[in-house]
């Protein structure tokens, strides 16, 4: 069985250009959340997919946005990065939606720096 | 709201000592509670979870915590520390039904084993 797997490792960009961040869930999983972690805090709910459908989302802005493929890998996309955008990006999969219940995979994350 | 407070940023023990990392949680509802561990550069592994079973939950590598209403608290202990046990370990809550919403991380204690 595969683990979440996320692409690139490391990422390096400059203020206001764009980045897309990938993530492949662990296989059977239909649901994919993606974290935001800072150097030195606990990861932030970004949003979640659900059957490619958005269902849930945290406090942030538009200029992050997300797809979920049919075959349930995931892309996060950050428009006009600014320099607080740089942390390490974290995707999560589940079976199902109940995140309480149903237990969260993480990836080993990807490390966006932001100059 | 949901929110995680986790007591140390920092907590330093001696191997064979006992580990006590503390959590409380504040939750409107019943809550769902998680203890994750990180290694460095590593994404999240989950070493247990609560969700309204036993208030006593045991976890993987000697792990435990214990669920106490009362004092809205998830303390993380294991009776004997080991050199592997450092790691930065966050407290996480999510309330039941609230799937969509994602989980919500403390800011991680930092445990160093002294040798």
């Known amino acids: 069985e595969t683990g979440v797997t996320q692409s690139p490792t490391h990422l390096i960009k400059t203020r206001g250009q764009q980045v897309t961040l990938r993530c492949s869930s662990q296989?059977?999983?239909?649901?994919v959340s993606w974290y935001q972690q800072a150097l030195g805090q606990g990861p932030q709910f970004i949003f979640q997919y659900y059957r490619e459908e958005e269902n849930g989302r945290g406090n942030f802005p538009p200029r992050f946005s997300g797809l979920q493929f049919p075959n349930y890998s995931s892309e996060l996309n950050v428009n006009a990065l600014e320099l607080d955008d740089s942390a390490l990006y974290l995707c999560?999969?589940?079976?199902?939606?109940?995140?309480?219940?149903?237990?969260?995979?993480f990836g080993p994350g990807t490390r966006l720096t932001v100059l | 709201a949901q929110s995680v407070t986790q007591l140390g940023s920092h907590v330093s023990v001696s191997e064979g000592a006992l580990v006590l990392l503390r959590c409380n949680y504040s939750?409107?509802?019943?809550?769902?509670l998680f203890w994750y561990v990180q290694y460095p550069n590593q994404g999240l592994q989950l070493l247990l979870k609560?969700?309204?079973?036993?208030?006593l939950v045991k976890g993987i590598n000697g792990f435990e915590a214990e669920f106490k209403k009362s004092e809205t608290s998830f303390h993380l202990t294991k009776p004997s520390a080991h050199m592997s046990d450092a790691a930065e370990y966050f407290c996480a809550v999510i309330y039941s039904g609230g799937g969509a919403d994602g989980l919500t991380f403390g800011k991680g204690t930092h445990l160093i084993i002294q040798p």
């Open positions: 296989s059977g999983h239909n649901t």
């Open positions: 999560a999969s589940s079976l199902g939606t109940s995140g309480g219940y149903n237990e969260q995979f």
């Open positions: 609560y969700t309204s079973a036993a208030t």
């Open positions: 939750s409107s509802v019943p809550p769902y």
